[in-house]
């Protein structure tokens, strides 16, 4: 099994990364929220990944961290329906942070929004998943765009994510900001600072 592969990025797309590696050049199928993270075209990039194999063919996935990858793993593993492109547009919608707390609070609602997926396949995902989804038991890596500090950075993002629905926004809405704020504000960054950077 392949977990990870690092190389050169010679091509991003929303949804595909290029990394070369050895003369070969890898076609990485990734969410909007490691598209997000990579690096400029032409920097050293490490993704964890997931391989598929089918009859006709080899897909490879990739991820900012080892806890997004093994999130579209228990995805595609334990939800009926669930397949692996499903799987990545729910990711390309939310951050994990905000998946894994709609799902421990059964946020039928919001899991409902992201494209594709209906109220019946949000309630298995809840269903299937909320058992197998901890608090922060998977500690989220220091990936470049992610953050960093001596609270754990997903419930730093989850709290962040919070205050700006109590303020309003909606969450999908709320996520994004975060999610952009913690790539300008870099390692390290605080609930508050990706706070006051979304809103100013």
Known sequence: MITSIQGTLTAATPLRAIVELNGFGYEVNVPV????????????????T?????EDAQ????????????????MIENVTGVGPKMAL?????LSLP???????????????KCPGIGKKTAE???VELKSKVGGDTLTASSEPGAPAAAESPRSVTRDAVA?????GYKAAEADEA????????GAGATTEALIKKSLG
Do not use: Q, W
């Open 50 to 54: 997931h391989v598929i194999y089918r």
């Open 89 to 93: 547009t729910i990711m390309s919608r």
């Open 98 to 112: 905000l998946l894994e707390s709609a799902i421990r609070m059964g946020d039928i609602a919001l899991l409902a």
């Open 59 to 74: 897909t490879l996935y990739g991820f900012a961290s080892p806890a997004e990858r093994d999130f579209f793993r228990l």
């Open 124 to 126: 298995r995902l809840i």
């Open 163 to 167: 205050a700006l629905i109590a303020l």
């Open 178 to 185: 975060i999610r952009r704020s913690a790539l300008a504000l």
């Open 33 to 48: 929220t490691t598209a997000e993270k990579l690096p400029v075209v032409g920097a050293i990039v490490k993704l964890h």
